[in-house]
């Protein structure tokens, strides 16, 4: 007679009945244990009930799993994102609508449509419309205000009496959506609303960003030598009779790079120290013989530092400018290559129609940092804030509210001259001609603006709107050989007929422009030789915050006051609001469509992990059923055999 599994029973030898007991028990075990396994399997629909079924197979599960978690973050990322950005989208074409009411009102003022309603009538509904554009401004999701920059909790607008205060930061908040990259999850303020376009930019005579040129010291980091583009920290090869390498691999600032070169170069008389310029550094030999610097393995790090030598030459060798730029821990007396500045410190003055924000800063030491002169502009009353210049090498001040004007003045010192930050009639040709004439820029047309007849009967015309600044109103102006024009300390312009013979030489208007009238120089001087057009003072009332809330607030005062000219300002301003929101809007459905793309590549890779995961995980759950049953009946024989083998005894083999 056969049997389900002759494996079970041992041959029917001399074998005792303990050790038959015990392989039939054995293989039954095994049955069951195959049996139990199985039945999780089902039950689960996992291959794998622990780790050490298959140690190999768990890696490359637990690799899918990190991925696909990695997967299932990101695309949290990309919803969140999508849904800000939705959101901000709305918010900014709701503006966009208030902006274009109030525009519609400026026009129809201009064009005399507004016949039956008051000012004080068109006054309220400006009103309404910058209250409406403020609370749009302020949309939150949640928690999240979406103009607020990194301050993500903090109301971004206050709407004050005549002004609108700034609270939030200027950045965009990003989230990681792939494991190098990033997608902004709220609009930049800055891009959508401008808030940053108040600024008074610490600038020199040539009307370029400022260098404070910091001296070296042993403080300064090595990150930023070299116009921030810091140092190669390689190794240093000191060659005179013998030779010494010096390893900067661990240095952080020049006080540990001049240590570590006395501390290893010694041996050979060499010692570093910073130079009498204090822009960089000075390497000497005890006994002054001849020194080679070079680096090791042909590397540039001696260059960087400013000491490369490849022909040993006598010592002391004084390295070249190493151009460090600010950090918040520059003291005010190494700035200007260590002369220091005025320490009588300046006024800020931040002024609406109705209201004065207004900072003196002082308390200012030679020791005194240039990050405390920061915190002292930064928590001063005057709602400005500020930061170092795009190349580290200045700082701008930049104000809060919109609707006001910025301005510093000297506190009887020079304090604000030296930091690039005054603006007067001395500075005039930095200004933009849309701060200048009271504020109110000048009034140009399509075309030329400006007519300048010579006395020889030649004439040259100017388009003003070819130009943001004065300066670039100058080098328009002195783009004819004929004619030079300057802005001298006195605050005006000045402009010089260079033809020969006598005559008169006339600027004036073209058209309905009122530029060269409101410039000043609409006269004409009779004579010979250069006659010279002197200009009357041009006005300059600070800088402002160029966006829709201060367009709205001009308008609002223009109506009241019945000003046409302001009311063209301000429907220019809005203009440019409007064209400034849609192109943020555009960006805006550029990364609503990164994140479709994002989202599909994440459903396709999450589809496809999925698979690998489920083909190393997984089981098939008809060929366990089917194992199981198999098992089943087996482990059912096995049972009723062994039961017969555990009968038998000695007499049934006599």
Not at 388 to 411: C, P, Q
């Amino acid at each position: 007679m056969g049997h389900a599994n002759s494996s079970l029973i041992s041959p029917l030898t001399r074998t005792s009945l303990n050790q038959t007991a015990n392989s039939t028990q054995n293989g039954i075990v095994r049955l069951e244990e195959k049996l139990l396994r199985l039945q999780l399997q089902s039950a689960t629909g996992k291959r794998l009930i622990r780790g050490s079924d298959d140690p190999i197979a768990t890696g490359r599960i637990n690799s899918f799993r990190v991925s696909l978690d990695r997967i299932e973050l990101f695309k949290r990322s990309v919803e969140t994102i999508t849904s800000h950005l939705e959101l901000a989208d709305s918010s900014l074409g709701g503006i966009n609508d208030q902006i274009l009411e109030a525009k519609n009102i400026g026009s129809n003022v201009l064009n005399t449509n507004q016949v039956g309603i008051s000012s004080s009538e068109l006054s309220t509904q400006i009103s309404q419309i910058l209250n409406q554009s403020v609370s749009m401004a302020n949309t939150k999701t949640g928690r999240t205000f979406l103009f607020a920059g990194k301050f993500l909790e903090r109301k971004p607008f206050e709407l004050l009496t005549d002004s609108v205060l700034f609270t939030g930061d200027s950045t965009s908040v990003n989230l990681k959506v792939d494991s190098s990259s990033t997608l902004g999850v709220t609009a930049s303020p800055s891009d959508s609303l401008n808030v940053l376009s108040g600024v008074l930019k610490g600038e020199n005579s040539g009307g370029n960003e400022i260098d404070l040129n910091p001296v070296v010291a042993s403080m300064t980091s090595v990150t930023q030598l070299n116009a921030s583009k810091g140092i190669i920290k390689g190794t240093l090869r000191f060659s005179a009779v013998s030779q010494v390498d010096v390893s900067l691999v661990d240095i952080e600032d020049v006080g540990d790079l001049i240590a570590l070169i006395n501390k290893k170069a010694t041996s050979i008389g060499v010692t570093a120290s910073i130079n009498a310029s204090k822009n960089g550094l000075t390497i000497s030999k005890s006994g002054g013989g001849a020194l080679k610097i070079t680096d090791l393995d042909d590397g540039k790090t001696a260059k960087s530092i400013g000491i490369y030598n490849a022909t040993a030459t006598a010592t002391p060798i004084t390295g070249l400018d190493i151009d460090p730029i600010l950090s918040i821990h520059t003291q005010l007396k190494d700035l200007n290559g260590g002369i220091g500045i005025s320490l009588s410190g300046f006024v800020i003055t931040n002024s609406t129609t109705s209201e004065t924000f207004q900072s003196t800063i002082t308390g200012l030491a030679s020791t005194s940092t240039i990050g405390g002169l920061m915190e002292k502009i930064n928590s001063s009353d005057a709602q400005v804030f500020t930061r170092f210049n795009s190349k580290g090498t200045g700082i701008d001040i930049y104000s809060r509210l919109s609707g006001a004007r910025l301005a510093v003045t000297e506190n009887s010192g020079t304090t604000a001259s030296n930091l690039g930050l005054l603006y007067n009639a001395t500075t005039l040709k930095r200004m933009k001609l849309k701060d200048l004439n009271a504020g109110y820029g000048f009034t140009t047309i399509e075309g030329d603006d400006i007519k300048f007849t010579l006395k020889n009967g030649s004439t040259v015309q100017v388009d003003v709107d070819d130009t943001k600044t004065m300066r670039g109103l100058i080098d328009l102006i002195n783009q004819n050989s004929n004619l030079v024009a300057s802005a001298p300390s006195s605050g005006n312009l000045v402009v010089r007929d260079l033809t020969s013979g006598s005559g008169t030489f006339s600027i004036t208007n073209i058209g309905n422009s009122f530029a060269a009238t409101e410039l000043g120089i609409e006269k004409s001087v009779t004579g010979t030789g250069t006659l010279t057009v002197t200009g009357s003072t041009i006005s300059f009332v600070g800088v402002e915050v160029e966006n829709l809330f201060t367009g709205m607030l001009k308008l609002k005062k223009a109506v009241e006051n019945s000003d046409q000219s302001l009311i063209r300002v301000s429907v220019k301003q809005l203009s440019e609001s409007s064209t400034r929101l849609t192109t943020a809007r555009s960006i805006i459905g550029w990364n609503l469509r990164a994140t479709t793309f994002l989202k599909d590549k994440f459903d396709q890779e999450e589809l496809r992990l999925g698979e690998n995961k489920s083909l190393s995980e997984d089981v098939n759950l008809s060929e366990v059923l089917s194992e199981f049953q198999l098992t089943q009946v087996i482990l059912q024989s096995a049972l009723a055999t062994t039961a017969r083998i555990l009968q038998f005894n000695l007499f049934n083999f006599l």
